[in-house]
């Protein structure tokens, strides 16, 4: 488990790369994330949701509601252009960042 | 499962209804319950998957800060609304059907009580201690009815959650259909055995009455009418009662989605129910005598009524629709 200050500014960053590869909802997401990460992070209910007003003000994702499954009828949300072009700009920050904070914390010495 | 509805129930308590919050409240049991039940299915209790749901849920705070929304401090001006599941229905049915039951018997109870001491009276010239008996014996059985009547009133009183809009799930709301689906049989059973019982009550008397014989007299023959009679309003009362629980649940049960707006529409009608009986009704029942005296129209001024009970409606409806 990592505490969530670590991780939060890159909620909003995860679920884009995930509603990149497809159209997804709620539980889905928050599942994918954990199963992923082998459960060394799972999202709290009220960050994704969050996650999800923050990036529909944005105009990031649309929200959309989706067919009954289990009897149930979800809210389904998809990555706009918007979206797609924001994600490809935190990708290229976090390449950056991955290397700064290895410098820093990851022990190696130059 | 309930403790997840309850939890998330008691969180958004002080939440502003809007479509918006009810959608994410819809949202967000359903994650929370989808993950339960893979919780479940890997094996975990009831209590851990519920502990593990919980603890994962976070800070309700945080979100609706996001959303830009704050906790209503009271929550007064939007009405709250209670989930009613299986158990509550079944229940309510349960109330409901008793009731029916104990009414019924104590209509009975008080027509027995009557028709048996006519009966006695009537057949063998009953006087002095014995008819003292059978009276005490007759009012016995109608302070029984009574009871009864105090008793179910009262506890009919408690249900009044029941009469208002309530949200009823899918499958909840089909489980009723079905169930009253299965009862509608006995139901329209007991409406002609209770038809029949009170039309054949009035044979004894026709009986009595034919016969002109000392040994059966009119008022034994009224004695039996009250009896069967009782009889039949048994039937009617209960079946009545128990068909109108799954009426009620049926019309306030509504979908999670438009309660909101239910409730809005439910209070309305209380305030016009309010007006029409405190302050409609009254004016009718002045008007009618003043036209009665001014008019000395006393033949035709009972016409108001008739037109009142028509326009009831009309104004009901309005202050409904109104502002809706």
């Given at each position: 488990m990592i505490s969530s200050d670590t991780i939060r500014g890159y909620n909003d960053t995860f679920l884009l790369s995930l509603l990149s590869e497809g159209d997804s909802y709620g539980y889905a997401l928050s599942k994918e994330i954990k199963d992923r990460t082998d459960g060394k992070y799972s999202i709290k209910e009220t960050t994704l949701y969050s996650a999800f007003t923050r990036l529909k003000k944005n105009g990031f994702i649309e929200a959309y509601p989706g067919d009954e499954t289990q009897g149930r009828k979800r809210t389904y949300y998809r990555i706009t252009k918007d979206g797609i072009h924001y994600l490809k700009e935190k990708q290229k920050e976090w390449e950056i960042t991955k290397i700064v904070v290895d410098q820093l914390v990851g022990g190696k010495k130059r | 499962m309930n403790t997840i509805r309850d939890y998330i129930e008691q969180i958004f308590k002080t939440v502003p209804l809007t479509k918006e919050t009810l959608q994410l409240k819809t949202d967000m049991l359903a994650n929370m319950e989808d993950k339960y039940l893979t919780l479940k299915e890997e094996g975990a209790s009831e209590h851990e998957a519920i502990g593990v749901v919980i603890a994962e849920f976070g800070n309700v705070d945080e979100l609706l800060e996001e959303m830009g929304?704050?906790?209503?401090?009271?929550?007064?001006?939007l009405p709250s609304f209670q989930v009613m599941e299986q158990e509550d229905l079944s229940n309510y049915l349960m109330i409901k059907g008793k009731a029916g039951m104990n009414i019924g018997l104590g209509i009975l109870s008080c027509l027995t009580g009557l028709g048996s001491l006519l009966l006695l009276r009537g057949q063998f010239n009953l006087r002095g201690i014995p008819l003292y008996a059978g009276l005490l014996f007759a009012i016995v059985l109608i302070a029984l009815g009574v009871g009864l009547f105090i008793v179910e009133g009262m506890r009919l009183s408690d249900?009044?959650?029941?009469?208002k809009p309530f949200v009823l799930r899918d499958e909840d709301k089909n489980w009723l259909e079905e169930n009253r689906q299965l009862y509608k049989r006995s139901y329209s059973f007991s409406i002609v055995a209770g038809v029949t019982l009170c039309i054949l009550s009035f044979s004894p008397l026709f009986l009595s009455i034919i016969l002109q014989s000392p040994r059966f007299s009119v008022l034994a023959g009224v004695g039996m009418m009250a009896i069967m009679a009782g009889l039949g309003v048994l039937f009617f009362v209960y079946s009545g009662n128990y068909w109108n629980a799954f009426t009620v649940l049926l019309s306030n049960?509504?979908?999670?989605?438009t309660i909101h707006e239910d409730l809005m529409i439910h209070k309305r009608k209380e305030r016009a129910q309010h007006i029409i009986e405190q302050i409609y009704w009254p004016i009718i029942v002045i008007a009618y005598f003043i036209l009665s005296y001014v008019f000395n129209g006393w033949g035709w001024t009972w016409l108001i009524f008739v037109v009142g009970g028509l326009l009831e409606d009309v104004i009901e409806n309005l202050f409904v629709n109104k502002r809706a």
């Open positions: - | 929304i704050g906790h209503s401090s009271s929550g007064d001006d249900t009044t959650h029941y009469h049960g509504k979908p999670m989605e």
